[in-house]
Nanobody, 119 residues
Framework: QVQLVESGGGLVQAGGSLRLSCVAS????????MGWYRQVPGKQRDLVAS???????NYADSVKGRFTISRDSDKNTVYLQMNSLKPEDTAVYYC?????????????WGQGTQVTVSS
């Protein structure tokens, strides 16, 4: 069973930075795409950033220019560098990985890490 473990969340003042990490229990090269989502209570989980196996990245408009997603295959880790944080970035951040096998598509999620940005 694939496990994704996030870390790096916490409380930070507006304008500050955090780096989230997501460590996978298997080689991240086995995933077609990995990404970070975030969710606030009562709302749907939204995509923040994603990175494909080929290194192509995609960002939500609200974080473009402030957040950077990257991956380290040697460490089986995906990162989300978050700069110039705003109070509206406050949410639980989840790591996601998508794999395609002969059995079809598989979606994996981490347990989430809380990010709180104070004004």
């Amino acid at each position: 069973q694939v496990q994704l473990v996030e870390s790096g969340g916490g409380l930070v003042q507006a304008g500050g930075s955090l780096r989230l990490s997501c460590v996978a229990s298997t080689r991240i090269s086995s995933f077609r795409v990995m990404g970070w989502y975030r969710q606030v209570p009562g709302k749907q989980r939204d995509l923040v950033a994603s990175i494909t196996n080929g290194g192509n990245t995609n960002y939500a408009d609200s974080v473009k220019g402030r957040f950077t997603i990257s991956r380290d295959s040697d460490k089986n880790t995906v990162y989300l560098q978050m700069n110039s944080l705003k109070p509206e970035d406050t949410a639980v951040y989840y790591c996601n990985a998508v794999a395609f096998t002969t059995g079809g598509k598989s979606d994996y999620w981490g347990q989430g890490t809380q990010v709180t940005v104070s004004s």
